[in-house]
C-alpha cells in the first residue's frame, strides 16, 4: 500500500477494499491492514481479483475519485468513474497536443532524453561493475556516442530530426550490446536487432519482455484516463498504442534490456525455453514463457527510489508514476513532463 501523488496504489493482491465513514480501508481475511482518508486521493488503484465493496464504489463516484482495478500482473481491467471527473478534458488537451507539431515535439524529446540517458547509464554501469570481462573501450566510447545524441536530441528541431538522433544512437547501444551478455554465449549472442519474427534467442527474450513492457504502460495510462492510443513521437496509426509505445522508450534500457541481461548472465533462463522453427524463426516454449514471466514480476517487485519523487517505491509502480506526472503535465499542472531517470 502506497500513497503517491493523491493516488493509493494497493499492490497486495488478496486485499479487499471497503468504506467506512469518509474512509478507505484495506482488508485481508476480515482483519483491517489499513485505513486511509478518502479526501486524501484523486484515484485509487489496486491490483488484484478481490474487489471492492459496492459502498466504496458509490462513494469514489460521489467525490468524483477513480477507482482502477488491475490483474496482480498490472493488466487494466475495469475503471469506475463519476460523471463530472476531468478525463474528458484531460483527454482533448491530449488531441490538441498530439495535433500540434511543437507540442509533440516537446514531449518527445522527454521521452527520448530518458531512454538516452538511460541506456548511457546501462552501459556505464556494467562497465563500472564488470572492468575485467568487459571491453571497456568499446563500452566508454558507445556511452560517450549517446551522450552527445542525447545533447543533440534536446536540440531537435522537428520530430523527424529527432527520429534520426534516436535511431543512431540505438544502433550504437546495440552495437556494444554483445559485451554486456557475460555467460551462456554460445546460446545467448547479438549481433544486431532483429524482430517479426526473432531469430536467435536473445532477440526472441527481448521482443518478449518489451511486449511485457508496453502492456503494462498502456495499463497505467489508461489508469489515468490518457488514451493509449494518441502519441506524440508515435504518429496515430489504427490499433497501434502510439502513447504506450513513446512512454516505453524510456522504460527499455533500464526494465526490458537489464532483466534480459540479468537472466542470461544469471543462468535463470537457459536454451531450453527457446524453439527454432525451420524457417528461422526462434519462439519461446511454454515452459520458456513462464520462466520470463516469474523473473518479470519478481523484478517489478524490487525496490528503487524514484528520481522525481526521491520516494522507494516498487519497479512495478514506476510506470503508474509516471503516467500520472504525464497527465499532470498535459493539464497544465507541470511545466514540464520528468522522464524517469535510472540512476
Known sequence: MKPLLNTLFINQDTAYLALDGENVIVL????????FPLHNFEQITTFGYTGASPALMRKCVEDNIALNFMTPEG???????GETNGNVLLRKEQYRRSDALDASLDLAKSFI???LYNAKWVLERTRRDNPLRVNIECLEAAATHIKESLDCALQATDLDALRGIEGKAAVVYFSVFDEMILNQKEEFFFTER??????DNMNCLLSFLYALLANDIASALTGVGLDSYVGFLHRDRSGRQSLALDMMEEFRPILADRVALTMVNRKQVTNKAFEKKENGAVLLTDDGRKVILQAWHEHKEEMITHPFLEEKIKWGLVPHVQAILLARYIRGDLDAYPPFLWK
Do not use: C, S, T, Y
Open 28 to 35: 485481508k481475511d476480515d482483519e483491517v491492514l489499513a485505513r
Open 75 to 81: 493488466r487494466f481491467m475495469a475503471r469506475v468513474i
Open 113 to 115: 532524453a530518458g531512454k
Open 194 to 199: 532483429n524482430r517479426r519474427p526473432p531469430l
